[in-house]
């Protein structure tokens, strides 16, 4: 069947060959022997192989790369099948300092506010330490880092928040009159039309 699948083979010695190839198939199972020889599916089927035929060395690594996929296969097939309705791993307790993702060196302007914040905030929220560059700071959370919340331990007076950036007047005079542009072109290329 392996040799049917090729138009013409070009061994030197036919015979010697036939035998060599018999002797690798000869060390596998005939299912194996099958899939490999098969025109459909096997080594006849691979790019590297299309034209040529396999020589005796070449057969016995596609041999064993089939024989090593059919032994995991089979060790995948019998490994239980997971059971959805069992426990899955429980969330790991509260720590200190586990919600802490943002890193803020000792050099940043905010720095002061945040160990001043620090003391009386949720110890899950922040957490001294160093950075990956080994730079001093602190650990804070997400949220504390971008002002959205900001939780403390006991109730204490309202923390005001910093003033957002606001544009100045000449911004926003330049960006009006940008915008005014742009609407007197649209509208000038609408009445074109």
Partial sequence: MLFGSYRRGDANDPTLYVAAITSV???????LIREVTDPRTGIATTEKYMAFMPNAGELKV???SVAARRDRLQRLGSLPLPDPS??????PKPQPGD????????ENV??????????TADPRLWKFGVSSDNRKGIWISYDTWDLRQIAT????PATELPQRLALSEE??????????ERNGKLAADEAAE
Avoid at 110 to 119: D, G
Avoid at 153 to 156: D, N, Y
């Fill in 62 to 64: 596609y041999c064993d």
């Fill in 25 to 31: 198939l000869s060390q596998y199972d005939v299912d």
């Fill in 153 to 156: 331990r006991r109730p204490g």
């Fill in 110 to 119: 905010r720095y002061p506010k945040f160990v001043e914040w620090a003391k």
């Fill in 171 to 180: 911004a926003l005079r330049a960006m009006a009159s940008v915008d005014a």
């Fill in 99 to 106: 919600l802490a993702t943002v890193f803020v060196p000792v």
């Fill in 86 to 91: 069992q426990r899955r791993l429980e969330r």
